[in-house]
């Protein structure tokens, strides 16, 4: 933790001092204008992606039916010996397996919008803003959701199967480097976008206040439109281990 917060402090000074660079030589009007312009992109390219999702939402919820059906298929039952009462060594175990296969279940659901949301993602990241500290969170928030999509999950029946086999003591190697790879980028673009957005009130009042309003009726719609949930139960109760809670599992954000 101390690492990250001395290399957050860096980034935000390195960050601070492009911001004073960029005072002395860019007239305060233009600076205005960039903000402006950078706070009216950001509010079409979040809009643009929740509508993609939402317009994606049968073909995503197909992917998801067929990845359930496909594990029913590969390894039914393959958890069924998860004990009632874990060890700490256990727990932590079948807590990875959780984070390991609510994330490849999403990922694989997610194909059909991958390609947009990454390019969005990029669009994202080229915005600038005045302010260092949003401008950080801004690119932290893009570079996470790109690199969440571009995380391949390891096989997911034969890893339920390794974790029974070590009497759900511990997961494979790629399924741990999964998850925790999946864990970081996720908390990275834990910010939602609403709330970036009111960072950037001070720019352009008008736009910012009316999207305020449709980011979260977008984000009802997505919610209503996509059933992961009830999926990723299904996945569970395929692999033979429905008691376990799938609220316990890293939801990620990108169609959350």
Known sequence: MRRLLVGGVLALAVLSLGATAA?????????????????????ALQERADVNIARSAPAITAREKAYVTQAQSDCPDALTGIPKKAKAMQARAVGLFVIESSAALELDALAPVSALTGRIAAQTQRLRFSDPALQW?????????AAYLKLRP?????????????HFT?????????????????????????????????YAP???????????ELDRTVGRKLALGSHYRALLRALGASRLDPTAS??????S
């Open 137 to 145: 969170q801004v690119q932290v928030n893009a570079s996470a959701e």
């Open 206 to 216: 008008g736009p910012v206040a009316v999207a305020l309003k449709r980011l979260p």
């Open 170 to 202: 511990d997961v494979t190697p790629a399924g741990a480097r999964f998850a925790e790879d999946a864990v970081t980028v996720i908390e990275r673009a834990s910010v939602p976008a609403s709330q970036l957005v009111r960072l950037m009130r001070q």
């Open 250 to 255: 890293a939801r990620p954000g990108l169609a």
């Open 154 to 166: 390891p096989d997911l029946c034969a890893d339920a199967r390794a974790l029974a086999a070590r």
């Open 23 to 43: 005072d002395a030589s860019t007239p305060a009007s233009a600076q205005i204008k960039q903000d402006r312009a950078s706070t009216k992109a950001f509010i």
